[in-house]
């Protein structure tokens, strides 16, 4: 989550467009991801039938990529990442329907507590600022991730995690190739440090962990687990960007906190 937690500053930081941002990300973190599943002797081999789901999972979460890097883009890192954190509100939803588990009526307590978190830290709602488009963006990322999760869930217990995410970042960088056409060269280079730094923490360290959380939790519980997520962002935001939370945000991000440990004791027990 600590690692995850990083997109929020550098989505910031890196003064390029999404869909460019997106690829370097993507293409890096296969090269990293491949380098260490070649050094690790891991098989790319999967069945064909599991090809198209995972190529699938690929394209959500370069949708949700994209869609947040914008929330973050027209806001900042609090609004940015909390409006995607309603994304364990949705789980808690699909999950029982997508793969057939029993419903728990706690997640949707505890999801609950989560969104009335995020209501202390988001601005006044208003149709002509751009933090209503941020928010937006973000809850339309939050759905996207939801649903890659969910459908990521029975591939997690069947194959690696990196294997995994080689194959996503792959579909996700070449399939957005065509941005680096529009865009200079070396603005690129110039920002290569954040570049690099978002593909090996934020994604391939970050998202493989992630994935092999799920071997050990439902989908709706390391989602709501992973609600620390915006605490760490917003923390980060402070130490190297300057944007300072509110203390309503403050209020907040406590909300969240409490339903994060709330859930891990009950997962514990």
């Not at 190529?55 to 869609?67: M, Q, R």
């Not at 080689?166 to 996700?172: C, D, M």
Request: charged share 10%; net charge positive.
């Amino acid at each position: 989550m600590l690692f995850i937690s990083t997109s929020g500053a550098l989505g910031r930081f890196v003064q390029l467009p999404v869909p460019v941002t997106i690829a370097s990300r993507a293409i890096l973190a296969f090269l990293l991801l491949l380098l260490y599943c070649k050094f690790k002797g891991i098989s790319f081999k999967v069945e064909k039938k599991d090809l198209p789901m995972i190529i699938l999972s690929g394209v959500l979460i370069g949708f949700h990529w994209i869609a947040y890097f914008y929330a973050l883009q027209l806001s900042n890192v609090a609004i940015g990442m909390l409006s995607m954190f309603t994304y364990p509100v949705w789980t808690a939803f699909l999950e029982p329907v997508l793969l057939k588990t029993k419903f728990q009526k706690i997640h949707l307590v505890l999801a609950a507590l989560v969104l009335f978190g995020i209501y202390f830290l988001i601005p006044e709602f208003d149709l002509e600022s751009s933090y209503t488009l941020a928010i937006a963006m973000g809850v339309l990322s939050a759905v996207v991730y939801a649903l890659r999760n969910l459908l990521m869930k029975p591939k997690v217990a069947k194959y690696n995690g990196s294997l995994l995410m080689s194959y996503q970042t792959a579909v996700v960088g070449f399939s957005l190739i065509p941005a680096f056409f529009f865009t200079n060269l070396d603005s690129i280079l110039s920002q290569w440090e954040a570049l690099v730094t978002l593909a090996l923490l934020t994604t391939a360290i970050g998202h493989t962990l992630f994935l092999l959380s799920l071997k050990h939790f439902t989908v709706t519980t390391a989602s709501i687990l992973s609600s620390v997520q915006p605490v760490y962002g917003i923390l980060i935001g402070m130490l190297f960007l300057s944007e300072y939370p509110t203390w309503s945000t403050v209020l907040g991000g406590v909300l969240i906190l409490t339903a994060v440990v709330v859930e891990s004791v009950r997962t514990y027990r």
